[in-house]
């Protein structure tokens, strides 16, 4: 018989519970605090721009992949927060110290907003309405600007100037969404949200209070979507309305399903793999001498490649990144077997 | 016409709900399967109806051999175009479509005819109802009209899950009636899933009885009534051991001694 | 007189669009957010069919049609059918990732110009005098295509054996299959009808406007309406076009064309709020999933 026995509700609750996971960890930390050093401004960028969509990311799974509440509007609450931001800076040069917190805010006023539909909806038309408040909170966006005259996008200075610092800024924030998050799962929190996915009738037979779990995972997830949006608006150092499309949203779904329904990590894979794979698929096409004749039309492939490989997931790794690592390191520890023992 | 060999049918790949079923079905007979909650007959009925898909079950075992031809594992809607028509236990019309489009929207049998003028004539409490919604119709006239779109198929074989289920004696005596009319005067073969043992022995011609997923007792009805399991369990018995706590000691000494 | 000719033909606009929406998701519980970028696909079909029978205008008309329909079963039958029994967000993403997949080929097949196939037709769009107000030739047709197309629906699904099945597998599946309806066969049919009507919505905008990417729009601006009529059925299509098209043209013409846009989930959102499944949608609908 192999495997270990849990014998204290300590290590129940753990969240890493054994040696190698901790080394694992150690020395994932490693890689990511040397990385900067090592890297050139191009994958500086890059990584910024993973871990910044990681915060979102994680937003994103904890309110669809754990609450089980299907949520389109995830570009307009980032919109929310680039605009509060963008606006506070404008209107009263207001310092970083004020806008995320004032971004956050925001959100969480939000999430109660975006989150009341769901007491009443569910599933295609809870998706709907988020999708209708999208398009309100997006207008909105850019009546202010075109109202005070900054039709092509607000411009913000950023007390950020360095690749190097903001990469460390942008690490402390995801590291602190991802523990944050995974505090929160193994708590009374997450264990209502998971029941309210798994059959909410149920859930409120058990005492769950059915709503203010509902809420709470709108006003959470929009919390952490709109800082990430302000983050955003300073790391870009620009907002406009034309950022925060629907396609945005889309890849931010796409994060969550081609990493994996229901698992921080497949967030966190899932961005990195969303990110990364515009670069790939530029670096394709130059391999493949490409890049000249279509150059002008890379967004378009982008968005068909885009296309092909959700269908992919969809159809083909419904579990994503992170079912396809499980049946991997299953196959691997099983082999020559193909089941468990049972 | 129909034939189950030695048919097993597994659920979620482990659990067995049917093992080691044989049974036959000759050409214009009735047969009926009688048995109590789950003793595999509704499952045995989905097997031949091509419906395991969906529950995710499958046939592992055995043959299901309609005229000769293996139709285990076959898609519903062309098991129902070979002419096998389902009367199922639940949801057995479209709710909100209205009776003559209930029976329009069956798709006839390549190389059957049918005509709407047929139903109405065996079941003519539906014809003042022809425009009338089918979610208003009452479980009696649902039953008939569920036969009716099956008939609809013009199947050679009409499966029938639980025809007496939640209603009343008389309706069941009169439905029963009809389908012996309706095989006296189109020869369609019928197979009845039944906890009615009375009812069902009653309209048969030939019985099995399933229990935990066997046939247990096979014959004519003749035969299974004068039999004292069935005399017992089934039609009611000379009310002695009647709780359930007798029945299960019942059946473990009959399993462990008989 | 002329905001009321507007309203029209705006209403037949979102109505033309959102059948499709209503076709498919009452037939198989999917909804299509492709359905943009499969009108737009059609309209290209007229470009291309346009500038293949220079000349032969209605040949090229019937062939763009065709060809619609036939796009419409292929999506089913080459994507769709793969997401029958998955959950309803694997359903919708699948649409999301087709559009997206059709938008970045289109681009690539056809480039980002705004093209006009009115003008490759050999036909110009002329106004027509009604009373005190005009309208334009297309807007004329396009009012007169979406009562015909739902003309031909309902009687289609009325009185038809193939209409009649398909409105039987949208209620309950599973009696379908028993009955012996092949489903694949009904949901196919049911795209294909679908992106039909989306391709003569998308064919007529794109004669009457020019054939750019704000087509896409358009077809996502439609889905209200679609909703606030109720997701499954057709008269409720008419009536949800006629007063987000109302709501929509007031505004833009009485306080701020800049709401164009917004207008229609607006309206949704206040839909949700009140009677989540539309003026007449089935109820249970919100219990289904």
Redesign the interface.
């Known amino acids: 018989m192999s495997g270990y026995f849990r014998t204290r509700y300590a290590e129940d609750s753990a969240l890493l519970d054994t040696r190698p996971q901790k080394i694992a960890l150690a020395l994932f930390s490693i890689v990511l605090l040397v990385y900067p050093f090592l890297a050139s401004v191009l994958w500086l960028d890059i990584a910024n721009q993973i871990l910044l969509s990681a915060v979102g990311a994680v937003a994103l799974m904890l309110l669809t992949g754990y609450a089980g509440q299907i949520s389109l509007g995830h570009a307009g609450l980032l919109a929310a927060g680039a605009f509060t931001t963008g606006i506070l800076f404008k209107e009263a040069s207001a310092p970083m110290w004020i806008t995320l917190p004032a971004s956050a805010g925001v959100g969480a006023l939000l999430g109660l907003v975006f989150g009341l539909p769901s007491l009443r909806l569910r599933g295609l038309y809870l998706a709907v309405s988020t999708l209708a408040l999208h398009f309100i909170v997006i207008f909105a966006g850019s009546e202010y600007e075109t109202k005070r005259g900054y039709s092509t996008g607000i411009v913000i200075d950023s007390p950020i100037q360095d690749g190097r610092a903001w990469y460390f800024v942008l690490l402390a924030a995801a590291a602190l969404t991802v523990l944050f998050a995974l505090n929160l799962l193994r708590a009374r929190t997450g264990r209502a949200w998971r029941a309210i996915h798994a059959r909410e009738a149920v859930a409120e037979a058990l005492g769950i209070s059915v709503p203010r779990a509902k809420l709470a995972a709108f006003v959470v997830s929009s919390t952490l979507t709109a800082l990430a949006g302000s983050l955003f608006a300073y790391y870009r150092g620009f907002v406009s309305a034309e950022a925060f499309s629907l396609y945005l949203t889309i890849q931010y779904v796409a994060m969550i399903i081609i990493g994996g329904m229901g698992s921080i990590a497949g967030a966190l894979a899932g961005s990195a793999f969303v990110v990364l794979f515009p670069y790939a698929i530029d670096g394709g096409m130059g391999a493949l001498g490409l890049s000249d004749r279509l150059s002008s039309l890379v967004f378009a492939v982008n968005y068909s490649a885009f296309g092909v490989v959700m269908i992919g997931f969809l159809v083909f790794e419904p579990e994503g990144l992170i079912g396809l690592w499980r049946r991997v390191r299953d196959w691997l520890v099983l082999w020559p077997f193909k089941q468990r023992p049972l | 016409m129909l034939k189950v060999e030695k048919l097993e049918v597994v659920y979620h790949r482990v659990s067995t709900a049917v093992q080691g079923v044989s049974l036959e079905v000759n050409e214009g007979s009735i047969v009926a399967i009688i048995g109590t909650n789950g003793a595999g007959k509704t499952t045995t009925l989905r097997a031949i109806s091509g419906f395991l898909g969906l529950d995710d079950a499958r046939v592992t075992e055995g043959a299901i051999l309609y005229r000769g031809e293996h139709i285990e594992n076959r898609p519903p809607h062309r098991i129902a175009r070979l002419g096998i028509a389902l009367v199922p236990e639940r949801s057995k019309v479209f709710e909100n479509l209205c009776v003559d489009d209930n029976l329009l929207a069956s798709v006839t049998r390549r190389g059957g005819a049918f005509d709407r003028a047929q139903v109405y004539e065996f079941f003519p409490a539906l014809a003042p109802l022809r425009r009338r919604d089918a979610g208003y119709l009452s479980g009696g006239e649902r039953q008939m009209l569920a036969i009716g779109s099956a008939l609809a198929c013009a199947p050679h074989l009409l499966l029938v899950d639980e025809l007496s289920q939640g209603l009343s004696p008389i309706m069941v005596d009169e439905l029963m009636h009809r389908l012996r009319e309706v095989r006296r005067q189109t020869g369609i073969t019928v197979l009845l899933v039944e906890q009615n043992a009375q009812v069902a022995l009653e309209v048969a011609d030939y019985g099995y009885v399933m229990e935990n997923g066997r046939i247990v007792l096979d014959g004519t009805p003749e035969r299974l009534r004068a039999h004292p399991d069935v005399q017992e369990f089934y039609l009611g018995g000379r009310g002695e051991r009647r709780s359930y706590r007798d029945v299960k000691q019942y059946r473990r000494s009959r399993r462990w001694y008989g | 007189m002329q905001i009321a000719v507007n309203i029209l033909v705006l209403a037949s606009i979102y109505a033309l669009i959102c059948c499709g929406y209503v076709l498919i998701y009452k037939v198989s519980r999917v ?1 299509s957010l492709a359905h943009g970028e499969l009108m737009m696909l059609g309209a290209y079909g007229l470009y291309a069919t346009a500038s293949l029978f220079a000349g032969h205008p209605l040949v090229a008309l019937a062939a763009a049609v065709a060809l619609a329909a036939t796009v419409g079963a292929a999506v089913y039958l080459a ?1 769709m059918w ?2 029958t ?2 959950s ?3 359903a ?3 649409t ?10 289109m ?2 097949a056809f480039g980002t110009e705004t093209r006009h196939p009115l003008g490759q037709l050999g036909w110009t769009n002329a106004s027509v005098a009604l009373g005190t107000a005009r309208i334009s030739a297309v807007g004329l047709a396009l009012v007169l295509s979406t009562a015909a197309v739902y003309g031909g629906l309902a009687l289609f699904l009325r009185s038809s ?1 193939w209409g ?2 398909m ?2 597998a949208g ?2 599946p ?10 694949h066969g009904i949901y196919a049919l049911a795209w294909a009808l679908a992106t039909f009507t989306a391709g003569i919505a998308g064919m007529l905008l794109a004669c009457d406007a020019g054939l750019e990417s704000t087509l896409v729009i358009i077809g ?1 601006k439609a ?2 309406a679609a ?1 606030v009529g109720g997701l499954d059925s057709l008269v409720g299509a008419v009536l949800g076009s006629l007063v987000v098209a109302t709501a929509e043209v007031l505004l833009i013409h009485y306080v701020d064309p ?2 164009s ?2 207008v229609p ?2 309206v ?2 206040a839909m ?2 009140v009677r ?1 499944w539309g003026f007449f949608g ?1 109820r249970e609908e ?4």
Request: glycine share 8%; hydrophobic share 65%; no cysteine.
């Open positions: 909804l994507l793969r997401m029994g998955e309803v967000l694997a919708v993403l699948a999301i990732a087709l559009g997206i997949l059709l938008r970045g080929a681009i690539l054996r009649i099945r409105r039987a209620q309950n599973l009696l379908a299959a028993q009955r012996g309806i092949g489903l996502l889905f209200p909703l800049l709401l846009d917004v989930f607006a949704l959102l949700l709020v989540p089935s919100l219990d289904r999933v």
